[in-house]
């Protein structure tokens, strides 16, 4: 099972990033969990100073923007 996580404070812009990345795992048919992680201390022991940001599996893979459910999707495969 694979871990997706939306590291933000609840912005819009955080919202739509997990909405994105809920889209891509439906799309792909791949077991994994999102979730939204808003706690700035542990958004911040990731490294990240820009939200939003997606990690998979624990590994940074954006920061500051919002991905497509594609460009997600391609992070996943």
């Known amino acids: ?16 990033l997990k909405k994105n990345a809920e ?6 048919c791949v077991e994994a969990t999102v979730e939204k992680v808003t706690d700035i201390n542990v958004i911040t022991g990731f ?10 599996d ?10 497509s459910p594609d460009e997600i999707k391609k992070l996943l495969a």
Request: with cysteine; hydrophobic share 45%.
């Open 23 to 28: 889209t891509a795992v439906q799309e792909l």
């Open 47 to 56: 490294g990240v100073m820009m939200t939003p940001a997606l990690a998979i």
């Open 58 to 67: 624990g590994e940074v893979k954006s920061v500051g923007k919002v991905l």
């Open 1 to 16: 099972m694979r871990l997706v996580q939306v590291l933000g404070p609840g912005c819009p812009k955080c919202e739509k």
